[in-house]
């Protein structure tokens, strides 16, 4: 395999440096959560090798209300990200293809480029409000395909797919025997998801999701991937135990410990993501520079430059940064043109917010050409 470091890795918050960003909004999570917040009792917890699939008490957890799905379903990972690189690799070989959205979160990308196989991708278009067009998955089909690979809700559009595209692409995946893999690491952030797993509706789905973005424990490092196929879910677990044999027993009981709490961390979560959302729409409306579609899930979106000719983006980013110390995350993390941005409202609060939509529009106004 080749690895290649992504740009949105390289230039993320956290490799820049948190402390010098004081107006986050590049980023795709809801606020972050302190360890004395989570209420835990763990003096009792032994620091043994744990269960490889992961604890079975939260792997049950995990599936809680999700339909008929149950523990054995579920594969405790590194992040979504390192169930991501599991399902990638076990499934692609170089001369298997693969159908996959763009933009994308770049590791659903860079991990199939980096095993070689064959790739097409589906161009979400704003014109479009990013809807997928499951026609043209269909016909991008061929007879070496081993997987579809969606994002939804989307990253970095804030794009749900209705009930009938889920619907649609379950039966191409079971007609033509190909998985089906649906990153739903951005589901119940801000706007409540509505239905169960995808993977709760049919073997030949996997669905994946973290703590990271619903919750604010990015730093735990706990996703999981979930399919009800048992005999792609051994090797799933033959790849997990030949990278890290099992997560930490550590993180994986602070997960447990406060999944088992996590309603009461939701209320407070969503209304203070609502109230950023409601100011973004009303910031929307009044910065005429910018067009965007609203995003329907998540706690990000995907705004751009109406006239990306009146604009100096170079300047535009350079302004953010060094003038207003704010970030956003510009168009070259998803291989878009930078004239598209990602901005996410769900992580600061509302004043700190608040105030950097108002950096934005100063920053613009300043890079604006003459
Ligand atoms: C769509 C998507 N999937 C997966 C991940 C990885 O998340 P995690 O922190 O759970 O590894 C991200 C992170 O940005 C993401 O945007």
Sequence with gaps: MLYLRMPIEKESPEEVGYDSIRYNLAESSVTDLKFEELNLDLNSLKLEYIAHRGNPLLRKEIVAGHG???????????????????????????????????????????VPKAIGCSI????????????????????????????????????????????????????????????????ETYRDTCFKTSYPYVAAESKKVISVASLSKAYGLPGLRIGWLICQDDLIMERFLAAKEMIYISNSALDEEVSYQFLKQ?????????????????????????????????????????????????????KFYQELVQNYKTMVGPGHWFAMPDYYFRLGFGWVDYGTFTQGLENISEAIRKSEKV
């Design 68 to 110: 008929t799905l149950n523990e054995n379903s579920v594969l405790v990972t590194n992040g979504a990200a390192g169930a991501l690189f599991i399902i990638n690799t076990a499934l692609l070989n170089k001369e298997d293809h693969l159908i996959v959205l763009r933009p994308n979160y770049s590791t659903n990308i860079e």
């Design 120 to 183: 097409t991708y589906i161009d979400l278009k704003f014109e479009e409000d990013w809807r997928v067009r499951v026609h043209e998955i269909a016909n991008a089909v061929r007879t070496n395909t081993r997987l579809i690979s969606i994002t939804t809700p989307h990253n970095p559009t804030g794009m749900l797919m209705t009930g009938e595209e889920r619907k649609l692409l379950i039966a191409l995946a079971e007609q033509k025997n190909i998985f089906l893999l649906v990153d």
């Design 262 to 314: 996590k309603d009461s961390f939701l209320k407070n979560i969503t209304s203070r993501c609502q109230q950023n959302f409601t100011a973004l729409q009303k910031w929307l409306h009044k910065e005429n520079s910018l067009e965007c579609v609203l995003p329907e899930g998540g706690v990000v979106c995907f705004p751009r430059f109406r006239n990306p000719e009146k604009i100096d983006t170079e």
